[in-house]
């Protein structure tokens, strides 16, 4: 634990730095840095600051206001930080935030494989914005106090631990936008998602199904991809193609045959759709599945 120079950073604020293991520099996720400030306007970070070039904050950066307000720019994109509110920040492009008033933020540098990815899939679910409204803020406060406070007593979370509680706090972002649908919505997606589970093998066009809860292909097409992450049509393709692959390692139907049975106009077309989703050919998954 550290006490804080920086310019604007009253001293009741923590800062932490974390090692993590070669097992966890593998195959975690996991943070490098990570604070609880308590800033005056005078706090301002940019990136061409000697820290913003240390190994440990060229990462992915979550930046939570707990009170008061940042502004924050990445990438040619700005915006305030209001209380309840998440920025989320890739470190490796141009970047800077301050505070515009006397403010309490909660922050953290994460680090893992796909973590740039990720970070990039959740704005992206979010209208590209750089910052959102989780649909839980006070869980998401928690769930970072809970990870930065383990810092004060370093040991008393596993790395394994720390890797789950950031991939959970992470994908409870990405579901943003489901949160804020209005129940009449969910229940259409959720109607919309039966329709096809009961006629999967049959033809369906996105605007045949949006018609049976009475709203056009495009609106139903976005709150479908809210609620599930897919467009109706990946969801049906990716149905087609489990119930194929279910057929390939239970029946002695051939290729052919399991491409019309799942709703494929052409043995061409399957194959084609089957080996985009899968990486392998049906006859190659036939004999190694995975």
Known sequence: MGKCSEPGVLLESDRFFNTPS???GQLFYYITRCGHYFCTPEYH????S???RLPSHRNCLLY?????SLFAENAGMGAAVLPGQVALIDCTLPHQ??????TETLWMHVEGNNTKAFFSYIRAANGGRLVIT???PQNTKTAMLQLINAFRLP???SEGEQSQRIHRLLCELIVLPHAAQPDGDDDAVSQVIDYITQHLFEDLSVSDVAATVNLSASHLSRLFKVRTGFSPHEFITLRRIDAAKELLLTTGLSVKQIAFRVGYHSEANFITSFSSKTGLTPAVFRKNPI
Request: charged share 20%.
């Open 155 to 157: 040991g008393r979370m």
């Open 22 to 24: 070669a097992a966890a």
């Open 134 to 136: 989780p649909p839980s």
């Open 97 to 102: 935030f301050y505070a515009r008033e006397r």
């Open 64 to 68: 939570y206001v707990c009170s008061g």
């Open 45 to 48: 970070f940019t990136d061409d």
């Open 50 to 52: 000697a820290v913003a």
